[in-house]
């Protein structure tokens, strides 16, 4: 090669050196983390400060110090004060995973492309089948996060179920699908994307508990009909976001068999429940789904992103995107399971079984058990300690890793009490220690903490309401 710049980037003993010391870099991220010899969770900076830092280093910063400077300039999740989003504390050997991963870049489109991690997609899926309580006629894929497994599932409830292939043909008949109104946000856009419209997204009241109100399924249901929309699917929650907490499947599931439709979990977050001998209870009924949906990267310790996409019927996840393209695919007069362009909206699609297989082969399916049964009773403990507590009040019995809880005071009323809450977030995300976030029901603003990682404990709960309590006597001060 006589290009000098590009044999440098080559280089191999280039890369080993520079591999070694990041490794070194990354266990030292890891040790000040996990052992929270580092105090923030988070180093707050505004977008505008951020982006003019990192234009600056661009052009003057020293390129031996830039990885050095990612760790500093992120938020920390593997700290145990990090109690935000649902983004895993990734084990660390998928870092490892994902290195193989990079250097090889298959790219999985067809078969030839991908052989070892195309074969490993199919023995995962395979086992997460048998996991959900599908028989041998079930299959699936892995895909690009759950928005993306989320609108590949109704695409294919809409095949399974309308008598003419929208796909090819389009479509003028006004379709709906039905699903709770505290479903995550990516089901309401997938029906847009479908071209649903909002009339075609049927959304059912929560009940005060926040899970889809079986009771009103049926009146909503023959409203539609009436309306002119057919409806061919409905989506249960395992669990909600905002809340965490799980519809009913049975019920639902016996509903989309009265009516003959398509019944899909979304178990993005808690679909990991399976794997779990305590918490699988609050998934039962979901062996009855059509198609199920988990995140590697949310209940599974595994880098974003990477999602499982299972149907209980295999055939269906082979029918929705039938298209030509010769220099790629051959046609085959028997399952093609192994070309994954068939089956995906993904052409180039990253080796992600590796992580999966790896988890599976290293630790075992109990390193799921044991990682889902540790932050569920987490979830619990926390609430037990809010409930003590006169300053907080929850929303919801929590279900899971997730509670919404918020400062009250009985002085106040609601509106001063959402403006105290909502400041409070801000507080906490400058001041750097905590890391939670926020939403909104019914009106109320809480704070929200989804635990996500294994090395929180109750002292770490009892330290972050202290912290509120700390920064809520200023806030109330200028009030």
Not at 43 to 48: A, G, Q
Not at 256 to 274: C, Q, T
Not at 296 to 305: D, F, I, R, S, W
Not at 431 to 459: A, C, S, W
Request: a negative charge; charged letters at 20%; proline letters at 3%.
């Amino acid at each position: 090669m006589k290009n000098d710049l590009l044999q440098k980037a080559y280089d191999p003993e280039e890369f080993r050196s520079m591999a070694h010391q990041l490794v070194d870099q990354l266990a030292d991220h890891l040790d000040n983390t996990i052992h929270e010899k580092s105090e923030k969770t988070i180093s707050w900076n505004t977008p505008k400060d951020e982006h003019e830092f990192w234009m600056d280093y661009l052009k003057n910063g020293d390129s031996r110090q830039l990885f050095p400077e990612v760790l500093n300039h992120t938020i920390h999740i593997h700290h145990p004060k990090y109690m935000g989003h649902q983004v895993a504390p990734t084990l660390p050997i998928t870092a490892l995973s994902g290195m193989v991963a990079s250097v090889l870049n298959n790219g999985m489109a067809v078969y030839e492309m991908g052989m070892a991690p195309t074969a490993m997609e199919r023995i995962i899926t395979d086992f997460i089948c048998k996991k959900i309580g599908y028989d041998s006629n079930s299959n699936g894929f892995l895909t690009s996060g759950g928005t993306l497994a989320n609108l590949t599932a109704l695409l294919a409830a809409r095949k399974a179920k309308l008598s003419h292939n929208v796909w090819n043909d389009g479509n003028n008949e006004r379709l709906g699908i039905i699903v709770s109104e505290e479903a995550h946000y990516c089901v309401d856009r997938a029906a847009r994307i479908m071209g649903l419209g909002e009339e075609g997204i049927i959304k059912i009241p929560a009940t005060k508990d926040f899970a889809l109100d079986t009771k009103q399924l049926e009146s909503y249901y023959q409203k539609a009909e009436e309306n002119g929309i057919k409806v061919f699917a409905i989506i249960g929650s395992a669990p909600s976001t905002s809340t965490g907490i799980f519809d009913d499947l049975e019920t639902i599931a016996n509903f989309s068999h009265k009516h003959n439709l398509w019944f899909h979990v979304d178990g993005a977050h808690g679909g990991a429940s399976i794997f779990s001998k305590t918490y699988k209870y609050l998934v039962k009924g979901i062996d009855m789904a059509d198609s199920v949906v988990i995140d590697g990267h949310k209940m599974m310790m595994m880098p974003a992103l990477t999602t499982a996409l299972l149907f209980k019927d295999g055939t269906n996840s082979h029918a929705t995107f039938i298209q030509k393209a010769d220099y790629l695919l051959e046609q085959s007069a028997e399952e093609d399971w192994y070309n994954l362009a068939k089956r995906t909206f993904e052409c180039t699609k990253t080796m992600m079984s590796l992580h999966w297989f790896t988890l599976l082969k290293i630790y075992g399916a109990g390193i799921f058990d044991d990682y889902v049964n540790t932050l569920y009773d987490l979830g619990h403990q926390f609430a037990a300690i809010i409930k003590k507590d006169k300053s907080f009040d929850i929303a919801v019995e929590p279900m899971s890793n997730i509670v919404c809880f918020r400062y009250v005071n009985k002085a106040l009323d609601n509106q001063t009490l959402n403006s105290i809450n909502e400041k409070v977030r801000q507080a906490l995300l400058e001041d750097g220690e905590f890391y939670i976030v926020q939403t909104k029901l019914r009106g109320i603003h809480y704070l929200r903490t989804t635990l996500m990682n294994p090395f929180t404990n109750e002292k770490h709960l009892v330290a972050l309401l202290n912290k509120i309590k700390t920064l809520v006597h200023p806030i109330l001060t200028q009030s």
